[in-house]
């Protein structure tokens, strides 16, 4: 399909599947949406959820998503670089969801700076640029909790009182390159669209998502404690997190979009949210179903948060090195020790309040149980994966020797 051009595929029934109650929650008032981003976990589930409400959709996005599209829906191939396809893409929309990114966990987090940058940063340029241009008067873009967690605990943290993490001590790009794009949605607000009204934006900042079909962690983690990767644990047993279920997190998006209208007040207009599933876990705990329902010891062989940090980083080395001849996956980044090594939670109040959000209870379990009859059956040779990680931990050890 080239560059640029809508395609409505399937009309088979909307991908209610995929999240356990999306529809009929609220029609944002809206006549037609778009979703860059839409052919992925998050936004296309959002999609589905719009055309449930009777949004009509467009799903923009590189790479068309694995899923059928639903009835309501196009799928708009397209860059979010590329000023000329999101402003075709836009035609007759009346308010974008931002949800696309690049960089966010494994190889992908391990990709040059300026290929993220210029997606998560450059890419959100263009789409508030063309919501001027298109007098798009709503705006609402998917953060992360990283851009304020950068490994410094955060408990029960807030929007009012936690600062964004200093950029330049980011030590990843794909959370550096999303606060500055977090900042830019929020700046953006009460900017005037070319035909004189007023752009409405506001930011959500989810922790990690998980639910049915999700295909980023549950998979990986899956596969990496089938490797015997995962019999090693790190860190303090109390570090608490938070998570957020696909259908809570696509609530909070339809929500969101209502709060930027006028009979709303406009009460979310250049404001961020925490959304999560509003509770607090401790990660070694919330992981267990995976490694039962996968018949798996759960991890046994303790080692220090300072070697899985090293181990980390020399995978990520190893990683550059080796990527000319051969590209694997590391098994862990930095990023993600950190992530499973130091508490951060957040509240959710001010979501409650002012979006009116709920958010459902959901079991991890269910979703581990969903992955498991819809894995695919046949699995690679890991081997060379095992040297790698074996040498990782070896170098490692050689390395803290010298402390
Ligand atoms: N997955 C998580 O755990 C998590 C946690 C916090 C925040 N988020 C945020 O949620 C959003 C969605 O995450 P997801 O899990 O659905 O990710 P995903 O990878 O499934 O979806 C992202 C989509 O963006 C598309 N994309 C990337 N670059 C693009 C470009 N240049 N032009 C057009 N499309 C492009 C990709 O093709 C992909 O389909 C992201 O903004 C991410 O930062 C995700």
Redesign the pocket.
Known sequence: MPEGSTEELHSSPPCESQVTEPAGLLAPRSSRTMV????????YNLGCALVSSGVAVVL????K?KWEIPHGADFFK????DYEAVFKACEGVDCVFH????G??GLEQLQKKDQIES?NVG?TKIIIDVCKQRNIPRLIY?????VVFGGNPIEEGDEETVPYFPLEKQFNH?SRT?AIADQMVLAANGTLLKGGDKLHTCVL?????YGPE????LPRVAINIQRRLFNFKFGNHKVQMNWVHIGNLVQAHLLAAEALTSEKGYVASGQAYYIHDGENVIFSEWIVPLFEKLGYRKPWIHIPVLLAHIAATVMEYLHLILKPVFSFTPFLTRNEVWNVTVTHTFRIDKARNQLGYKPKKFSFADSVDHYLKTRPTCQEDHTFLKMVFVFGILLSLIILSFF
């Open positions: 860059t981003g839409g052919g992925g976990y998050l936004g923009f996005d590189l790479h998503p397209g860059d979010v670089r949800v696309a990114a690049c966010m966990s997606i890419g998917t953060s992360t909790v990283n794909y999303k900042r989810p922790p990690g998502i999700e295909q980023r962690h």
